[in-house]
């Protein structure tokens, strides 16, 4: 059965048709499929299957410890979307419910390699030159939790220097426990700064700053 | 059950720019839920130039609202997250331009009217105003430390973080006592603790609240402090008729206790209410022509899916009136 139904596959095929380069979505899963990296994987190839610019390809996080290690990946199931290069764009659990939309944005972004921020964001990512990491805790069914996600993204491939995640909290609770993640969408920077609910740009910029400077 | 939702406003492509030098839009609507998705259906099928300003929650506050049983044609009842994404889907269809931006200042003084954003700015002939309400916050020592760590208004998106703990509720509404119901199905128990001594939920609501084992009811109660450590741990509460204070132990606290109107911006620029909702006549019009304003943002009255999108299209029909009737005094 597929997990796309035939009125969103449709829709997906046209949200995805004009994509001008390819991009790669690299699944990893393992043997015995952890809950939901079977329907992650399905789901990746099912993406795949509507258009040509997106291949697919499956690893397998045990046996494959090495492209994992290269793609730093460190849990599953994962996505790394993957365009021209790694602009360090990832998914940690399944993107299900409202961050099925992050992840078809996360396709086009990449694609694109272009990100649509103020030149006040870029300007002060400019200036950025330690490594960045942001985790963006999410639930399926968190409307507002694409936003944080796709901003996360978006400042990704905006520099060399941050990667973001979304994290599915459900999937990963033993995270979701370290992080004392309680509500969502909440944003952990660097290990040290966090950022609760979905806020605007400048105030994730600033926060990024702050986390650089602590 | 996995499910796969593609309402967002911002996969519907940027705002349209190919008319260069030709940024005036007939219609603006700022706002993405039932009341803006509903004039941006109306929009289209008059054929006008419109831009959808969404915001951030596609669908408004339905779309973080477990159940929805009152809206016609759906006689099973459906999940406000789904109807929330079956209004975005067919607004995508009539709509010319969709941005899912924040509107940071507007300037009514002069049509074309301009509306700024995050990152960028516009201008319409007409604007319709449909920023709805959010939820109101208590106001207590210890909410605001507390947020995301304890203190939540979504109890959708963050049920889940309560499985097997205890939780409160705080207020006596409709949206108290759905949010409330919801939680029973995480929750080890659920207190709404209420400032009257009866709820103001349906009865509907009330009966199904009632009969389930896990709520339990605190009335004629202030929350006066959110209590914790790292993450909360209690609620410090006052009888309103006894004046005794007390602490009730919880792991969360969900503040449903109304909601206040998305007008900020538009303070000094539309005539609004002592409550902050925005003024309108019978026909959704503002104190400046051109104007119109729909649904939670216009009247505390009736805060009904339904009722909000009716004018939304009332609003639409309304501008379209307007703008045919400027468009001829020009002529």
């Known amino acids: 059965m597929p997990l796309l139904n035939d009125e969103i596959a449709e829709q997906v095929k046209e949200e995805l048709a004009d994509l001008t380069r390819s991009v790669e979505l690299v699944v990893f899963t393992q043997e015995f499929e952890c809950e939901y990296c079977a329907e992650t994987r399905q789901l990746v190839e099912e993406i795949a299957a509507l258009s040509d610019q997106i291949e697919a390809e499956v690893y397998n996080f045990v046996t494959d410890a090495e492209k994992a ?32 939309v992050s992840l078809l944005h996360a396709i086009k972004l990449v694609a694109a390699g272009e990100p649509e921020l103020s030149d006040e964001t870029l300007e002060a990512l400019a200036g950025v030159s330690e490594p ?30 941050v990667r973001a995640d979304m994290v599915e909290a459900q999937e990963f609770p033993q995270l979701a426990i370290k992080y004392q993640v309680m509500g969502v969408p909440r944003t952990v920077i660097n290990e040290n700064v966090h950022i609760e609910g979905a806020v605007p740009e400048p105030m994730v910029v600033e926060k990024l700053q702050g986390a650089l400077a602590a | 059950m996995l499910d796969f939702k593609l309402a967002s406003s911002q996969q519907a492509g940027q705002p349209d720019t ?81 941005a899912n931006d924040f509107v940071t200042e507007v300037d009514f003084s002069a049509a074309p009217f301009t509306i700024k954003t995050h990152s960028d700015t516009y201008q319409g002939r007409a604007v319709i105003v449909a920023t709805g309400a959010f939820p109101r916050r208590l106001g207590a020592p210890g909410e605001k430390e507390y947020f995301g760590r304890g203190v939540s208004t979504c109890a959708t998106c963050d049920g889940f973080f309560y499985k097997d703990r205890r939780v409160v509720v705080i207020g006596g509404g409709d949206s108290a006592i759905d949010e409330g119901l ?16 009866e709820l103001r939920a349906t009865k509907a609501l009330q009966e199904r609240a009632f009969a389930n084992p896990k709520m339990r ?32 132990e919880t792991d969360g606290v969900f503040v449903y206790i109304g909601l206040i109107p998305g007008t900020r911006i538009f303070a000094g620029q539309l005539e609004l209410n002592e409550q902050g909702y925005i003024v309108t006549d019978s026909h959704q019009r503002t104190s400046v022509p051109g104007v119109f304003a729909a649904g939670d943002v216009q009247s505390p009255d009736f805060r009904q899916v339904v009722i909000a999108a009716g004018a939304g299209a009332k609003a639409v029909l309304e501008a379209d009136r307007y703008l045919a009737e400027t468009a001829s005094s020009y002529a």
């Open chain 1, 132 to 161: 960045v990491h942001l985790q963006v805790f999410v639930t399926p069914t968190c409307p507002y939790c694409q936003h944080s996600v796709m901003l996360a993204h978006q400042l990704a491939v905006a520099s060399p220097n």
């Open chain 2, 18 to 98: 190919e008319r260069e030098g030709d940024r005036v839009y007939d219609l603006i609507i700022i706002g993405g839920g039932p009341a803006g998705l509903t004039a941006a259906v109306y929009a289209g099928r008059a054929a006008l130039r419109t831009l959808l300003l969404g915001g951030a929650t596609p669908g408004g506050q339905i779309a973080n609202t477990d159940r929805v049983e009152n809206y016609p044609g759906f006689p099973e009842g459906i999940s406000g997250a789904d109807l929330a994404m079956r209004f975005q889907n067919q607004a995508e269809h009539f709509v010319t331009s969709l």
């Open chain 2, 182 to 197: 919801f939680l029973c199905k995480f929750a080890s128990e659920v207190i709404v603790i209420h400032r009257r001594d």
């Open chain 1, 69 to 100: 290690e290269e793609l730093g990946v460190d849990k599953i199931p994962a996505i790394a979307v993957l365009g021209e290069g790694d602009y360090g764009v990832r998914f940690y659990g399944i993107p299900a419910g409202y961050e099925f």
């Open chain 2, 217 to 248: 009811f605190v009335w004629d109660t202030m929350v006066e402090g959110i209590l914790g450590q790292d993450t909360v741990t209690g609620v410090r509460v006052r009888n309103v008729k006894t004046d005794e204070t007390s602490t009730i």
